[in-house]
């Protein structure tokens, strides 16, 4: 049974920073994309970033793009993501999925989804 386990999660200053992790098991992990969504009270879940199955190619979503990467060790089986200069709109449930996206920014094309872990940014 394919797992992904979220963790770092927290409440931090605007301005702060916070690294949350995605565990994966059950699956070789070299063969999956990983990505991460988050979401907000009544909003839309939005893409954050994903990263190749090599960790060589990445991609980010337009409100976070040079304050956060992402990074993965496959000996791990662990994806990293660095949050920095966070904002209070940065507040919400992160999802970490995995799967074959033939577009990464979607989410209906990933297969496996952790249960979320709340970031809460105060102002």
């Known amino acids: 049974q394919v797992q992904l386990v979220e963790s770092g999660g927290g409440l931090v200053q605007a301005g702060g920073s916070l690294r949350l992790s995605c565990a994966a098991s059950?699956?070789?992990?070299?063969?999956?994309?990983v990505g991460w969504f988050r979401q907000a009270p009544g909003k839309e879940r939005e893409f954050v970033a994903a990263?190749?199955?090599?960790?060589?190619?990445?991609h980010y979503g337009d409100s976070v793009k040079d304050r956060f990467i992402l990074t993965r060790d496959n000996a791990k089986d662990t994806v990293y993501l660095q949050m920095n200069s966070l904002k209070p709109a940065d507040t919400a449930v992160y999802y970490c999925?995995?799967?074959?996206?033939?577009?990464?920014?979607?989410?209906?094309?990933?297969?496996?989804w952790g249960q979320g872990t709340q970031v809460t940014v105060s102002s």
């Open positions: 999925a995995g799967g074959w996206p033939s577009i990464w920014a979607d989410a209906t094309n990933y297969n496996y």
């Open positions: 059950g699956i070789t992990f070299t063969m999956i994309t």
């Open positions: 990263i190749g199955r090599s960790g060589g190619f990445t």
